[in-house]
C-alpha cells in the first residue's frame, strides 16, 4: 500500500509560479513511478505529467509544456511539481497518483491540493 499526500497549492496570480509537492510512504518509493493530474470543476481528471521510478523518463501534457516541472527526490520519498507561468486554466484541484513499475494503471491517490490562479 501507498498513502500519497499533496502539498503546496494556493491562489496565485497569473504568471506566477507555485511548488506542488507529493510525499509518498508505504511501498519502496522508488520502485514505482508517480503521476500529477488535475481535475477543474465540471471537467473530468485530465493527465498533467508524470515521471519514472528513477526519474529519468518524463512526460507532459500538451497543455503544460515548457510551465511545468515534474522531478523527484527518492532519498525524501517526493515528487514536485514546479508549475511556472500559470494561466487561470490552470485552475484545478491537482492529484498524484502511484503507478507500479511495469503497469499503466495507478493504484493509490492524494486527496489533492486546489490550486487557483486568478487573472
Known amino acids: 500500500q501507498v498513502t500519497l499526500q499533496e502539498s503546496g497549492g494556493g491562489l496565485v496570480q497569473a504568471g506566477g509560479s507555485l511548488r506542488l509537492s507529493c510525499a509518498a510512504s508505504g511501498r519502496r518509493f522508488s520502485s514505482y513511478a508517480i503521476g500529477w493530474f488535475r481535475q477543474a470543476p465540471g471537467k473530468e481528471r485530465e493527465f498533467v505529467a508524470s515521471?519514472?521510478?528513477?526519474?529519468?523518463?518524463?512526460a507532459y501534457a500538451d497543455s503544460v509544456k515548457g510551465r511545468f516541472t515534474v522531478s523527484r527526490d527518492n532519498a525524501k520519498n517526493t515528487v514536485y511539481l514546479q508549475m511556472n507561468s500559470l494561466k487561470p486554466e490552470d485552475t484545478a484541484v491537482y492529484y498524484c497518483g502511484s503507478r507500479p513499475r511495469g503497469t499503466s494503471e495507478y493504484d493509490y491517490w492524494g486527496q489533492g491540493t486546489q490550486v487557483t490562479v486568478s487573472s
Open positions: 515521471i519514472t521510478w528513477s526519474g529519468g523518463v518524463t
